[in-house]
């Protein structure tokens, strides 16, 4: 797990397993920073950057022992079956190796299908407590960032941008203050939307039926050209919801 649009596709999943495994604890190993969002999901014993050692062997070599600690059973979503096969040979006894990306369908499904599992049901953290409607103009990729943010807050009384600097858990608990949040294809427009909070996604060149974010209360528009998505066309959306 990796990105934060990454680590919230992986959250179905992980959820289905523990409605399946009542007593099903995790250990995820991945980007340290977005790991330490589990917690609010799923029940986590502990969180491991990939970066460091002893995990970031996997990738060239098993373990002769874990770290202090026993697993029944391993997931990996990844291309390469290299630290997969590096985790069976360090005794783990059941590892899946799965592609990560779909052929088709949403990402967050197909990741329930390497597993055979249903989508289990979404959580609601979403807990307005101001009338703040927030936003945040940037993403992971200039393509993907709709540039009418300065203008749509000028029409919109009550819009505030989001720093994303801000520790993950922090950014999370304030998004879930807000009364809306609005963003481009990006991970903190998917967090957003998973923990129930209301959601606009504006989607250009990336396909929402793959990869548009999963929640409660989310809502997308999508055009080819994000440019053709006018403040108005927002406005009328917002004022909808």
């Given amino acids: 797990m990796c990105a934060v649009g990454d680590f919230v596709f992986n959250l ?82 059941n590892v899946a190796c799965e592609q990560p990306f779909p052929a088709a369908g949403h990402a967050a499904d197909h990741l329930l299908r390497t597993l055979h599992l249903g989508r289990p049901d979404l959580p609601d953290l979403w807990d307005s407590t101001d009338g703040e409607i927030l936003i945040h103009p940037g993403s992971g990729s200039r393509a993907k960032n709709w540039p009418y943010f300065p203008k749509l807050q000028r029409r919109l009384p009550g819009t505030r941008r989001i720093s994303s600097e801000l520790p993950l858990v922090e950014l999370m608990r304030e998004i879930a203050r807000c009364r809306m949040f609005i963003g481009n294809d990006s991970g903190i427009t998917h967090l957003a939307a998973y923990i129930g909070c209301p959601t606009l996604a504006l989607f250009g060149p990336t396909d929402p039926r793959t990869w548009g974010p999963i929640g409660r209360r989310a809502r997308v528009i999508w055009k080819s050209n994000l440019e053709d998505i006018s403040v108005d066309e927002v406005l009328l959306t917002v004022h909808g919801t």
């Fill in 12 to 93: 179905p999943a992980l959820a289905a397993i523990q409605k399946v495994h009542s007593n099903a604890r995790f250990t995820l190993v991945g980007n340290a920073s977005t790991l330490a969002l589990a917690g609010a999901f799923v029940a986590v014993d502990a969180t491991y950057s990939i970066d460091t050692r002893p995990w970031s062997r996997l990738f060239y070599e098993p373990l002769p022992e874990l770290p202090d600690l026993e697993f029944d059973a391993a997931v990996v979503w990844m291309k390469d079956p290299v630290l997969a096969d590096n985790l069976r040979a360090s005794g783990i006894p």
